[in-house]
């Protein structure tokens, strides 16, 4: 089959040459897909251009709001000449994003259907949670946030590896409307100290160490040297809640700050599984991500609840072509990819 240019523009690239050869999907597997052709792929682009207002407001109707949002859908101003930049969208809209993941598809009858497999550091170190289990984990933690002080509109800093705890500590903060900023389990003392004194937490959540390959990283004693730096500054962080991660670091053998540092598993599971939603504003803050800093101070990026929530579970269902009986597999960090990372939880 010669390559098509039509198609070559789709892949968003040109063909280097004739003798790239483009591989076609099946009429079957067209014909399920979500956009099954490429004239229904110009329908709905060309709506989205001509109607943007009411291409998004059907698709964001999909999804649970406790109130729906005004008129218009959204407003914009991207001439610094006319005012400040500013984007809103669903403004006066209310709904919460951990409703949406979880409450939603529990309500739709798929709560007993797995929600996360996850995959350890060694062959057989693995674990699953249904979105009952999640949802009552998640409540668990919500439930324990705010008993310490956390609510609506305050930051969270969480620093966690690819361990089930990290989308837990995340949902729980959106759930009452803190603002959670995840920072990579591979930045140093220093990166994480610039964010807290930054945001200014109410609570770091961590764990003691993890496994990659056969290296321990201590990810406690960088948490640790970051809450010194960050003191010195003038910002004391009051708690901070590690999760002991047993496979990589026994409890007796993490280093402690008594009065300040707390063991989730002497905590959290002691709170109820049931926790109250709060209702946020479509353009409250959901999370905030920093840059890397490479080319000076991390600047802080809020990402507002409604718009992110409609559109990265939009991107994530068509780019993907996701099912609900579908797996994906998801090897990169969420703290390095926090912008797409909500749409997979």
Not at 130 to 154: E, H, M, S
Request: aromatic share 12%; charged share 20%.
């Amino acid at each position: 089959m010669a390559p098509s240019t039509k198609n070559s523009v789709i892949l968003g690239e040109a063909l280097a040459s004739e003798e790239v050869n483009l591989v076609f999907p099946t009429e079957d597997f067209s014909r399920q897909a979500h956009v099954s052709s490429i004239q229904k792929y110009g329908e709905k682009y060309g709506r989205s251009v001509e109607d943007p207002a009411g291409f998004w407001s059907d698709i964001a109707s999909e999804f649970y709001w406790k109130q729906k949002w005004g008129q218009p859908v959204y407003t914009e101003n991207l001439d610094i000449r006319k005012g400040k930049i500013n984007i809103e969208w669903f403004k006066g809209g209310k709904t919460n994003i951990c409703y949406n993941c979880l409450d939603r598809n529990i309500k739709g009858g798929n709560g007993d259907k797995i929600a996360i497999y996850w995959e350890g550091n060694e062959p057989g170190h693995d674990a699953s949670l249904t979105y009952n289990q999640l949802l009552a984990r998640v409540c668990q933690l919500a439930n324990y946030l705010k008993d310490i002080g956390v609510g609506k509109g305050d930051p969270v800093i969480i620093y966690l590896p690819m361990l089930m705890e990290l989308p837990i500590a995340m949902l729980a903060c959106a759930r009452i409307g803190a603002i959670h900023s995840v920072v990579f389990a591979g930045f140093s003392a220093e990166s994480i100290a610039q964010r807290i004194m930054d945001c200014k937490p109410k609570v770091v959540i961590t764990c003691n160490a993890v496994r990659r390959g056969p290296k321990t990283i201590f990810l406690k004693d960088i948490v640790d040297a970051a809450l010194i730096e960050s003191a010195q500054n003038g910002i004391n962080i009051d708690v901070c809640l590690t999760f002991e991660n047993e496979s990589a670091l026994k409890k007796e053998m993490t280093k402690w700050v008594e009065g300040r540092d707390i063991w989730w598993q002497d905590v959290v599971p002691k709170y109820p599984v049931t926790c109250e939603v709060e209702w946020v504003d479509a353009e409250d803050p959901l999370f905030l991500l920093y840059t890397s800093g490479s080319t000076g101070k991390p600047k802080g990026v809020f990402h507002t609840t409604g718009g992110y929530m409609v559109y990265t579970a939009t991107t994530f269902k068509y780019a993907f072509d996701y099912k609900p009986k579908d797996i994906y597999w998801y090897v990169q960090a969420i703290s390095s990819f926090n912008t797409f990372n909500n749409s997979m939880i």
